[in-house]
């Protein structure tokens, strides 16, 4: 019996056209493709991942403490760790220079996470830089006369020793930042009330979190925070009155 031509498939196969030794493929594709060819190299991309990791976190994070599915004590705690690890990462002079900034990672890496960005900008959680206006009404707010007198020489202490350090000099972020970091916190615990000054402490620890860890201010600008500082002593010393 007669059995028609078979009909070829529509996409050539493999065998459908002559070989081209010059096209052939010049890569094993058994091998593992490596990223890296040294150690260096591997710390750098694992560094950079990394970030990359705490800002995704970071963003859901800030998503789930607008909707209330994680508590201010454990958003602040987990919030603080990021942060704490984004700078770390970012100490490292190698991981800085590939990182540039901000703006430009989220552009290489192509993401947004405007949430996580603004946290990073601030460097401070969001229950610590302004705790009156993110506490959940199942939590009172604090107030300076129910605070304890332990809580306000806390606080006292670490205006006295922040105004001290200028005083003595000290300019560099990861001399000042610290230090800025536990005014507010300390002030957190007397008070979630705004005073005249907080502000500008907020607005310092802006400034100190976008500088490197061994950038210093300008001479001009250590007076300019001093002067804001005590002012912001003062009003804090009003609020207790």
């Known amino acids: 019996m007669y059995a028609p031509p078979r009909q070829l498939p529509y996409a050539p196969t493999p065998y459908s056209y002559p070989l081209n030794p010059s096209l052939s493929a010049t890569i094993n ?12 190299e591997r710390d750098l991309y694992d560094s950079l991942a990394e ?10 994070l800030e ?9 201010e004590s454990e958003y602040t705690e987990i919030c603080s760790r990021l942060l704490k690890q984004y700078q770390q990462n970012l100490n490292d002079d190698t991981v800085a220079k590939e990182f540039v900034d901000l703006e ?9 996470c405007p949430r996580a960005t603004e946290r990073l900008r601030v460097g401070l959680p969001a229950t610590i830089s302004h705790p009156a ?6 939590q009172p707010t604090f107030s300076a006369t129910n605070a304890s007198a332990k809580q306000v020489a806390a606080a006292t202490e670490n205006f006295i020793t922040l105004t001290d350090a200028l005083k003595l000099g000290y300019n560099s972020k990861d001399q000042l930042h610290p230090l800025l970091s536990e005014v507010i916190q300390a002030v957190n615990k007397v008070t979630e ?3 005249e000054g907080r502000a500008k402490i907020i607005a310092w620890l802006i400034k100190l979190n976008a500088m490197r860890a061994g950038d210093e201010l300008a001479e001009g600008d250590v007076r300019e925070m001093l002067f804001e500082m005590e002012g912001a002593y003062y009003g804090f010393k009003a609020t207790l009155d």
Request: aromatic share 12%; no cysteine.
């Open 29 to 40: 594709l058994d091998e593992e493709v490596k990223v890296s060819t040294n150690s260096a």
């Open 51 to 60: 970030i990359y990791g705490i800002i995704i976190a970071l963003d859901g």
């Open 63 to 71: 998503k789930a403490y607008l909707r209330d599915f994680v508590t």
């Open 104 to 112: 430009t990672f989220k552009k290489s890496w192509d993401i947004e």
């Open 133 to 138: 206006m993110t506490s959940q009404p199942s």
């Open 193 to 195: 009330g705004d005073f």
